[in-house]
């Protein structure tokens, strides 16, 4: 019978009938802190693509959203053409676009195909 009596004072101190009781707040929670991810360095790659009777030469990927323009090569005296872009570490896929057609890189011998039927060439790019 005590127990009862010990509760029944207990919610008598707690408040009466219409009287608010008073809580203890809690305490707003600092935003959790995001991690940054390290940067990860792009690295200079060079395409190039022996092709003396073209006109215009560019190289279409992954990496550019395969716009098949967005990437120029520049011809030297001989007929190779070349340009450098910065690419992401990973394995990335791209083709030649000369004159319009797409072309396969011709030395490089890593392929996987495509939805079109034909295969992209894979460039892989260390850290």
Known sequence: MAKKDG???MAAKAGKAGKAVKTKKAKPK???????????TK????FRLAAPQAAKVFVAGCFNEWHPTANPLERDDEGTWSCSLYIEPGEHEYRFVVDGVWWDD????IRCWNEFGTQNCVLIVQD
């Open 7 to 9: 509760i029944k004072k």
């Open 30 to 40: 600092a935003p959790a802190k995001r991690q940054k991810k390290p940067a990860r």
């Open 43 to 46: 690295t200079e790659t060079t």
């Open 106 to 109: 011709p030395v490089n011998t």
